[in-house]
Antibody, heavy 119, light 107 residues
């Protein structure tokens, strides 16, 4: 079964760091464009980052320099390392797979993991 | 960044109604436009990709059209299970951007 399972969310103080994981099954993360998308409470969807099959990475301006997307092919897992966290980073974070032949049409999503940045 | 302007922000319709949502891009995005459905406490679901292609398993009452800067999403006959928030999304260039969403309610 094709599936993504997000984990790693929690409560963190402003300025802190947190690492999110997204375990894939039924396909390889290395063979697909993979993104992180977030949703603040009661708000819309915001794209965060993408890692291409070739390894290139791109970020939203709001997280550039603070977040790092990566993958571990041996574990078939996608990661999002977050540092210098701000209150405005509070959101549900979803990992998502782009459908074959596309880099930005997300056909498989994780269930989401909640990150709360608060003192 | 490409701005995606979606309208209306909310709408109320009756079962069986035809429902239309529009999305306008701030610049030409060709057909790199997707539509998603999100139900409360759930991850989004891809319905339409590349402006007009129906994702596998999605009912045929959902459709999309448009290219360039103007796009339309239609539900031909609204069903009770279609109650959700709908988002358009462009991926012509980084950063990927979403519309602000349309909340669909049953009248």
């Amino acid at each position: 079964e094709v599936q993504l399972v997000d984990s790693g969310g929690g409560l963190i103080q402003p300025g802190g760091s947190l690492s999110l994981s997204c375990a894939a099954s039924g396909f390889t993360v290395s063979g697909n464009y993979m993104s992180w998308v977030r949703q603040a409470p009661g708000k819309g969807l915001e794209w965060v980052s993408v890692i291409y099959t070739g390894g290139n990475t791109y970020y939203a301006d709001s997280v550039k320099g603070r977040f790092t997307i990566s993958r571990d092919n041996s574990k078939n897992t996608l990661y999002l390392q977050m540092s210098s966290l701000r209150v405005e980073d509070t959101a549900i974070y979803y990992c998502a797979r782009a459908r074959r032949g596309s880099w930005g049409a997300f056909d498989v999503w994780g269930q989401g993991t909640m990150v709360t940045v608060s003192s | 960044d490409i701005q995606m302007t979606q309208s209306p922000s909310s709408l109320s319709a009756s079962v069986g109604d035809r429902v239309t949502i529009t999305c306008q891009a701030s610049q030409d995005i060709s057909n790199y436009l997707n539509w998603y459905q999100q139900k409360p406490m759930k991850a989004p679901k891809l319905l339409i990709y590349e402006a007009s292609n129906l994702e596998t398993g999605v009912p045929s009452r959902f459709s999309g059209s448009g290219s360039g800067t103007d796009f339309t999403f239609t539900i031909s006959s609204l069903q009770p299970e279609d109650i959700a928030t709908y988002y358009c999304q462009q991926y012509n260039i980084v950063p990927i951007t979403f519309g602000q969403g349309t909340r669909l309610e049953i009248k």
